[in-house]
């Protein structure tokens, strides 16, 4: 977990509440499928670029990408992926769905939080997982 | 930078307590307990948990589960598992790590060892073609046609508010002093600053391995004693200090006073919630 300037996201999230933030949306020129099927992947960069720099099949703790996600795709087969703020899978998260649950699946850019949040998500992720 | 950001997240978060509220801050957070009925000390949910039911409810994904597998019949298997009949140590709702002493004994850090959970959606044996992928994506879109996305982004903000309040706690801090001079008989070399970090590479030695791109994953070992010794007494020493309540009101504190902030938001975000619900019950009295 980590110390951030949260104040003005904080007020950023309200207005978000009243529809004043764009939410994310997966690019149309997107490497997320450099993704293993089976994985859920994780990028330094915005967008995917090229290979991931982190992925897993059940869980992971991040050590030499901790904090330094900025992009995330799960193109794993269970229902939903959880991504923490803290590296036990604690704190803080944020979730992907499973295609077919609907919803969000894959974010290019977590500097502008995702559909669920508008909390920045730049440089956070310690540990995910499956569930 | 940092320091800057300490000092307005510590004005904006910690700094408004009950009753000194302005016109500016909202309703204080002593004001948005009374109003809703939150006593901190009746519960282990934050207030955003605690004042909505319904969000983050495992119903969500259990009737998104059910209407994925009734859209992918002749395509591909998808498993549903009934939310009472998950098994993870990890809260459906939530998303928390269960960790107290009876964990501690019986897997040691559990993180490492968790039980597998049930298989769903897609089982893991099955590779998923693009041909798959395609139809799922088309399924999903119409899950969200049927239910719409759940109303959760002013809440999420409020909860994600609440986690930073955490390293800025006087009493959160207090609690860490405390669970450190406690721990100190283990003997950890390299015990970490604060129990969220735990456990070191010391005692995880054997538990998880390092991957080709310098990341670590479980290895599927079991627990050795020395982790279990080290769990038990980390998980009574959070306890002893306190370290799990002083959370906690940090969390509410802040949670509160964000809400009292956007009141309007959150009673409309409470509202919108109640309608989502009755569309997954139709999903769930349907297939479920």
């Known amino acids: 977990m980590k110390l951030r300037l949260r104040a003005a996201r904080l007020a950023v999230g309200f207005a978000a509440a009243a529809g004043l933030v764009m939410v994310g949306a997966g690019p149309a020129s997107a490497n997320y499928t450099d993704c293993s099927a089976g994985y859920a992947c994780m990028w330094t960069s915005n967008n995917y670029p090229g290979s991931p720099n982190a992925s897993y099949y059940t869980a992971i703790v991040l050590s030499s990408s901790s904090n330094l996600i900025n992009s995330i795709s799960n193109n794993g087969n269970s229902s939903i992926a959880r991504f923490y703020d803290a590296s036990n899978y604690t704190g803080a998260y944020i979730t992907l769905n499973n295609p077919a649950r609907g919803g969000q699946t894959r974010d290019p850019m977590l500097s502008n939080g995702t559909d669920a949040t508008s909390s920045n998500w730049s440089n956070r992720i310690s540990s995910a997982n499956f569930a | ?288």
């Open chain 2, 1 to 288: 930078m940092l320091v800057a950001g300490m000092l307005a997240t510590s004005t904006l978060l910690a700094g408004c307590t009950a009753s000194q509220a302005t016109e500016d801050e909202g309703i204080s957070a002593q004001d948005v307990a009374a109003r809703y009925g939150y006593d901190e000390t009746t519960t282990s949910l934050s207030p955003v948990y605690a004042l909505v039911p319904q969000f983050h409810d495992p119903k969500d994904g259990y009737a998104r589960d059910l209407l994925a597998a009734q859209c992918l019949t002749g395509v591909v298997e998808y498993r549903v598992v009934a939310p009472e009949e998950q098994t993870s140590l990890i809260g459906q709702r939530t998303g928390q790590l269960e960790f107290d002493e009876q964990v501690a004994a019986r897997w040691g850090y559990p993180q490492l060892h968790m039980p597998a959970d049930a298989d769903t959606a897609v089982p893991d044996g099955v590779t998923i073609t693009p041909e798959i992928q395609s139809a799922m994506q088309a399924c999903g879109q119409k899950a969200d046609e049927r239910l719409g996305t759940p109303p959760e982004r002013l809440l999420n903000d409020i909860e994600d508010a609440g986690w930073q309040a955490v390293p800025i706690s006087s009493e959160v801090q207090d609690a860490i002093s405390q669970w450190h001079a406690c721990m100190e008989p283990a003997g950890v070399i390299d015990l970490p600053s604060q129990p969220s970090e735990m456990p070191p590479a010391s005692i995880t030695s054997q538990s998880q391995v390092e991957d080709a791109q310098g990341n670590f994953v479980p290895s599927g070992a079991a627990a050795s004693d020395r982790e279990k010794q080290v769990a038990e007494l980390d998980a009574q020493c959070r306890s002893q200090a306190g370290y799990d309540r002083a959370v906690l009101h940090a969390r509410a504190d802040a949670e509160l006073t964000a809400i009292g902030k956007s009141i309007e938001g959150f009673e409309a975000s409470r509202g919108a919630y109640e309608d989502y619900d009755k569309k997954l019950d139709e999903v769930i009295s349907e297939l479920g």
